[in-house]
């Protein structure tokens, strides 16, 4: 595999810049990510704890908001998470790294979920509609971080526990805080690219009946008017209803976006549109992350979607009492199953666009002569 010395990959021009302390801090993150995670832990925790003892509404969705209890449970889970970040750089016995390993993918599931909302915070801003819950944007972003903190120690770990470097990932001598060596620009194979695109199409069902609902038509037994009345009091929502957008189907525009950026080469390097960063690569970890966490929590929620749909619909549990706008169980049943759709669908989409980019964008941060003897072991392997 061809790599480039160049800061700019491909399109480079000169070479390299000297590492300064930011990017030196930045090199360092396999140490410093179980570090923060504690941190970020006891963070959480107070706040979490402050907004439980105050009676602080913090939305779960709209016209719903966290109870204490889950509030407290939630603090406690990050507060063991943390506690685990940190423990698992430690020497550990068998059972003690299936305790911390455990308790690692409960947080991961619980935070990464909560974690989901960034989009609509990003759409929110974008759209200029403004911020719906400070609290709740706030419970996002914390959300987000500390699933961030998690994720990239679990990362290091599994590279160190495998032999390799906690950073690349690949076995070398010396201490993998160099300057790194990054891949030329490339695009998702074709398999990829048909597999995330046939996923996506389980957001057409949800996106159209959505979007006719906002732009006034009637569809699956709703009326316009009654879908039009769950967006009344809620800024974001009412302001984009307003144009004839819905919300949630722009946030799943997004991910469209952030899903095309994975498998094409402007994904690897900034495009001319994004003016003074054109021809500059894209940090590693920028679309990564979002995408990981974003494809991990959409896909089990949709899956979950699914297997109610498919209970309620073969009569294995009792069908759903219709809430307005809906009018019929069966219609509830039949949008349950496209939410599942379009969830499962972008999710896995994502999953598959970040495997593929994850590869693609690998790095190396191993000096030349350990760069040419990991290019001839690839193109051996080739």
């Known amino acids: 595999m061809a790599v480039s010395t160049n800061s700019r990959t491909q399109l480079g021009a000169g070479p390299a810049p000297k590492g ?6 930045w090199r360092r993150w396999p140490t410093w990510a179980p570090r923060a995670a504690p941190a970020w832990g006891a963070v959480y925790a107070v706040v979490q704890t402050a907004w439980a003892a105050t009676g602080t509404s913090v939305p779960v969705k709209p016209h719903e908001v966290y109870p204490p209890g889950a509030q407290l449970a939630l603090a406690a889970l990050a507060v063991l998470g ?24 409960a947080a991961l599931l619980v935070f990464g979920a909560g974690a989901l909302g960034v989009m609509m915070i990003v759409v929110t801003l974008v759209t200029l509609s403004g911020i719906e819950s400070a609290t709740g944007a706030v419970h996002t972003l914390l959300n987000a971080v500390g699933a961030t903190f998690l994720l990239m120690t679990v990362v290091a770990y599994r590279r160190r526990r495998r032999g390799g470097c906690p950073r690349c990932g690949r076995p070398h001598a010396g201490a993998g805080d160099g ?23 389980g957001l057409l069902p949800w996106a159209g009946l959505k979007t006719i609902w906002t732009l006034g038509g009637d569809a699956l037994g709703v009326m316009a008017e009654g879908w039009r009345k769950l967006s009344e009091g809620t800024g974001a929502a009412e302001s984009l209803a307003s144009v004839g957008l819905d919300v949630s189907v ?9 899903l095309t950026g994975l498998m094409y080469r402007w994904g690897m390097v900034f495009p001319r549109w994004t003016l003074f960063l054109s021809g500059r690569r894209v940090p590693r970890l920028l679309p990564l992350i979002p995408a990981w966490l974003t494809g991990g929590a959409l896909s089990v929620y949709g899956v979950v979607l699914n297997v109610i749909a498919l209970l309620s619909a073969t009569g294995v549990i009792s069908a759903s009492e219709p809430k307005p706008p809906f009018t019929t169980s069966a219609d509830l049943t039949w949008m349950v199953w496209f939410g599942g759709l379009a969830f499962s669908g972008l999710g896995f989409a994502l999953i598959v666009a970040a495997r593929s980019y994850a590869a693609r964008t690998r790095y190396i941060c191993t000096g030349v002569e350990s760069v040419k003897g990991a290019e001839g072991a690839e193109t051996a392997g080739a």
């Open 20 to 25: 300064t302390a930011w990017t030196t801090w």
């Open 82 to 105: 943390g506690a685990a970040a940190w423990a698992i750089t430690r020497p550990l016995g068998r059972p003690g790294r299936v305790v911390v390993s455990t308790v690692l993918a």
């Open 179 to 201: 300057t790194l060596i990054h891949p030329s620009a490339s695009m998702a194979s074709a398999r990829t690219q048909v597999t995330a695109y046939v996923f996506l199409c």
């Open 250 to 258: 722009m946030a799943a525009l997004l991910g469209v976006f952030l």
